[in-house]
């Protein structure tokens, strides 16, 4: 059995890792946020130190690793917000702990490097949560499509359109999400799963264009080495193609390959706990891997429409 930490307990993903990290048969023994909504810990967990100052947190996991081996913390999930991620895994490594990080695993590229330094000298390795690459239907894509291209090498490109619409109320330009500098803004916040999808499927970016770009709403096309693609963010709710009244889902997801809808429906619900079983058996996805969605996000973002 391993032991884990946690940072930013009282957020929205949090859940996700503490219900993956019980279902792999694991324990959680300790959590840091500065918010102290952080009840949710015993729907999972009944015996965790919780510590509203991360210096405390970060004095009690170097207090573990050198006690008793049985109590030490093997990894550390990191759910805090985006401009502190490379922070908060630095500070995992240095404590003898491998990482697990949420999306994105830095806003700015050159962090990357600086992580792996860090992971070269502790020794320690860092995750990241790519969860759609782990979902079936986009692994049985993957497989169609690699199948496809040895049986045509020539074929022309294919034809996709992206569309993930969500609508977000006045909070959230107003909380650390709505701004750039921390979130990496809306086609890194919300975006980087699915470019990290779409390079994953389709390959390297070739030529990219920004017809939008606000704080709100983006599109722009996208050339990959094996597909065209046009994609639409926002969390606007007047983009939606319907009206959704209070208790409706106010999300709309569209994915489309040659006019075919890819479908996304279901399979979702337990993709961090596959991320976990993944990570434990040493398949993790690391820098390198985070590496092509995050330059590219990086480069929309510089873009002028």
């Known amino acids: 059995m391993k032991n884990f930490a946690l940072i930013g307990a009282a957020g929205y993903i949090a859940p996700r890792h503490m219900q993956a990290i019980k279902e792999t048969g694991h324990r959680l023994v300790a959590v840091a946020d500065p918010a102290d909504s952080v009840g949710v810990l015993d729907r999972y967990f009944l015996d965790v130190r919780y510590f509203p100052e991360i210096e405390r947190f970060d004095r009690h996991l170097e207090k573990l690793r050198h006690g008793p081996e049985e109590n030490k913390v093997h990894f550390v999930s990191i759910c805090s917000p985006n401009y502190l991620h490379d922070a908060h895994v630095r500070l995992a490594l240095r404590s003898g702990c491998n990482a697990i990080c949420e999306k994105p695993l830095v806003i700015n590229p050159w962090n990357l ?30 497989e169609k499509l690699i199948a496809e291209r040895t049986r045509q090498p020539d074929a022309p490109k294919k034809k996709v359109s992206l569309e993930y619409l969500t609508g977000r109320g006045p909070w959230y330009q107003q909380s650390w999400k709505g ?12 975006g980087i799963h699915f470019f990290d999808m779409l390079l994953w499927l389709f390959g390297e970016p070739e030529q990219m264009n920004v017809t939008v770009l606000t704080p709100t709403n983006a599109r722009g096309t996208l050339s990959l080495k094996h597909a065209d693609v046009t994609w639409h963010l926002s969390v606007d709710f007047g983009q939606l193609p319907f009206a959704a009244a209070p208790g409706q889902t106010t999300t709309y997801r569209s994915i489309t390959i040659d006019g075919e809808a890819l479908d996304f429906t279901g399979g979702f619900t337990d993709l961090h706990t596959r991320s976990y079983e993944e990570i434990l058996n040493g398949n993790g996805f690391g820098i390198d891997d985070a590496r092509p969605a995050i330059e590219l996000v990086h480069r929309i973002r510089q873009s002028q429409p």
């Open 179 to 190: 701004r750039e500098e921390r979130s990496g803004g809306l086609v890194t916040n919300i």
């Open 113 to 142: 490097d600086q992580l792996a330094q860090v992971e070269r000298e502790t020794g320690n390795k860092v995750n990241t949560i790519m969860q759609l690459r782990l979902h079936p239907t986009v692994i049985a894509l993957k």
